[in-house]
């Protein structure tokens, strides 16, 4: 099995793959029916309406679905010179007798689509916001919804307490990033509470 093929059978077939929540090989929906189902689900969709019925959508999985489509279709018609007309597995599936520098763009497109859903499936714990000023631009907060501009991840895979050196801030006003012990004089110095029982002031 090539890349390609196996990109291709991961999004559009039944699979075994590691679960996250337990370390252990399981079977798998295809990760198209995997963003099929989250379509037509709130589930992990960020915000909400308040007040009223909210709307029955992830809109996240929605466009993400609409641009693996788009992708896939505008893909084909370079590489085959015709329109296509059918559904979004099959197209995928047709892609697995591409050669030359065709298998290689494919190899690229597919493997990014299978991270991006799964990314979605499963995304990131938030980082820690502090409402504290950046160091580097002086914001605190930022955008229109006026969130707190620094952002600390200070875990490891595994959603627990990471080693000082692999922490790492980011200020998402200005784009200045700290990490390891930088981070942890940075936090000190503004005189933040304890985290995770490791940075004391």
């Known amino acids: 099995m090539t890349l390609l093929t196996e990109n291709i059978h991961k999004l559009t077939r039944a699979h075994l793959a590691t679960d996250p929540n337990d370390g252990k090989l399981k079977r798998f929906d295809s990760l198209l029916a995997q963003l099929a189902a989250a379509c037509r689900s709130t589930l992990g969709a960020p915000g909400g309406a308040s007040g009223g019925a909210s709307v029955p959508l992830n809109m996240r999985a ?3 679905e609409r641009d693996i489509r788009e992708a896939a ?31 290689t763009f494919l190899e690229h497109a597919t493997m990014d689509w299978c991270d991006q859903i799964t990314a979605l499936l499963t995304p990131e714990k938030p980082r820690w916001k502090p409402s504290l000023e950046c160091p580097a631009c002086g914001q605190r907060f930022h955008g229109e919804e006026n969130e707190p501009c620094l952002g600390l991840k200070y875990w490891d895979e595994d959603e627990k307490v990471a080693p000082q050196e ?5 200020c998402a006003g200005c784009g200045a990033e700290w990490t390891g012990k930088e981070i942890v004089w940075l936090l000190k110095s503004l005189d933040t509470r304890e985290i995770g029982g490791q940075v004391q002031v």
């Open 62 to 64: 929605v466009q993400l």
């Open 73 to 103: 279709l505008n893909g084909h018609y370079e590489m085959r010179g015709f329109e296509y007309r059918g559904t979004l597995v099959d197209l995928l599936q047709s892609f697995a007798t591409a050669e030359g520098i065709w298998e």
């Open 166 to 170: 692999q922490w790492h801030m980011l």
